[in-house]
């Protein structure tokens, strides 16, 4: 009993992966496009050190 149970556990964890893997790649797909709309946000006057190496370097690191 408890050996089948073990199995549903991890029948059930792999689905559960499966099903996040997938949305993190729907959410990557949905992001891609829409990346320069999302960078210029985080421009407040705390991380104002951090904001022009990304302006100069861009995301090529």
Known sequence: MARSKSKQKLRRFKFYLKRKRRKERAKLKQVSPTQDT????????????ITPVIEEQGPSN
């Open 38 to 49: 999302f960078q210029p946000q985080p421009v407040q006057p705390q991380n104002n050190f």
